[in-house]
């Protein structure tokens, strides 16, 4: 595949390109595209390129960012956190004709849309508060660092928290935690 870089629509027109793209990948960093100067140039590359997906690559996975994007024609939406092999491979699913949305995302409009007050009362009368948050995270397979910096404890704090879920649970391991925490919540 030729790749070619351009800094701006007005770049592409001055080099005169006599083949058109077979896709587009416009790159916003940390941009928002419910930005209106974004949304428009979106649009507008959707506009320009009609026989090309435009590809939407930004910093965020936030789901609000990426329906904008797909509202204005995107046919993919890639945040900088995925790897260059799924990037690649967003890139030739839309080329294909499908669109690509991060799994991130979704997953993340799935958390926000199931109440959490429902997911985590079978755990409320089986834990403390402190360990419902910790076995939430451990169901999510968050390291016992990442745990620590988000409940501003020490690492030797939640590793108590995480034997006394595993006691509870009569589970031999974290994987086995998650598993039967998984359970719980369904």
Known sequence: ???????SFEEWQIRDMQVAPSAVLFMIGGRKVSDSEISTKICALVE??????????????????????LECGARGYIPTSVDVKVAAEAVALARAGGVFVPASSILAAKESITPAASKNCCLDGLFTPREVVVAEALRRGKANKIIAYEMDLCESTVKVHIHN???????TNRTEVAYKIRELVQ
């Open 165 to 171: 879920i595993m006691k509870k649970l009569n589970a």
């Open 1 to 7: 595949m030729n790749i070619v870089t351009v800094a």
């Open 48 to 69: 320009r390129f009609k026989a090309s997906p435009v590809i939407v690559g930004a910093d965020s996975d936030e789901l609000a960012q990426l329906l904008q994007a």
